[in-house]
Each structure stands twice: as structure tokens, then as C-alpha cells.
Nanobody, 124 residues
Framework: QVQLVESGGGLVQPGGSLRLSCAAS????????MSWYRQAPGKERELVAA????????SYADSVKGRFTISRDNDKNTVYLQMNSLKPEDTAVYYC?????????????????WGQGTQVTVSS
């Protein structure tokens, strides 16, 4: 059974920090690109940060560059999002997302999974 379980969300004051974690199970974590998305009330879900399966460069939304850092530990099947200098506009539900192109003897297909989300609220 595939699971992506986020944790680490909560209420933090502007300028504060949080570290989100996403623990994966039920699939070959190291073969999947991992991303963090967020969705604020009344807005569409947006990509925050992404990291390929092995090596390569990370990418970030312009709104979080220099403040957020995505990382992964393939030994622990976990991806992290370190969020510093938080702003009220960072308030959203944050989702973990896993994606891979799976190649089999019968062909190729996209495979992806979403976590259930964790609430981050930045407010004084």
C-alpha cells in the first residue's frame, strides 16, 4: 500500500521557520522525483519545490527562492522542506508529491502519488 505521510506543519509567526517531512512507503522511493506543492484557500495548487530522483538540480517557485530548501534522504524514504523567513502569504496546505515514469516490458506509464497534506499557518 502506497503512503505519503506529511508532518511538521503548524502555526508559526512571520519570520519563523518550519521543517516539513514526508515519509514514503509502498514504492521505490529512490526512483521517484519528489515535490512539494501548496494550496491556499481559494487558490489553485502550486508547485513550491522539486527534486529529481537521483542527483540533478532542485527547482523552486520564485516566491520561495532563497527561503525554502527541499532535500531527500533515500535511506529513510523521506523528503523534507525547510522553510525559513516565513510570510503570511506562505499560509497553505502543503502536499508531498511523488512522480516517476515506469518502464516495463509492456511499455511506459506515468506513476504518481499525493500525500494528504499538512497545514502551515503563518500569523502573528
Amino acid at each position: 500500500q502506497v503512503q505519503l505521510v506529511e508532518s511538521g506543519g503548524g502555526l508559526v509567526q512571520p519570520g519563523g521557520s518550519l521543517r516539513l517531512s514526508c515519509a514514503a512507503s509502498g514504492f521505490t522511493f529512490s526512483a521517484y522525483a519528489m515535490s512539494w506543492y501548496r494550496q491556499a484557500p481559494g487558490k489553485e495548487r502550486e508547485l513550491v519545490a522539486a527534486m529529481p530522483s537521483a542527483g540533478g538540480s532542485t527547482s523552486y517557485a520564485d516566491s520561495v527562492k532563497g527561503r525554502f530548501t527541499i532535500s531527500r534522504d533515500n535511506d529513510k524514504n523521506t523528503v523534507y522542506l525547510q522553510m525559513n523567513s516565513l510570510k503570511p502569504e506562505d499560509t497553505a496546505v502543503y502536499y508531498c508529491y511523488a512522480y516517476a515514469v515506469v518502464v516495463t516490458t509492456e511499455g511506459r506509464y506515468d506513476d504518481d502519488y499525493w500525500g494528504q497534506g499538512t497545514q502551515v499557518t503563518v500569523s502573528s
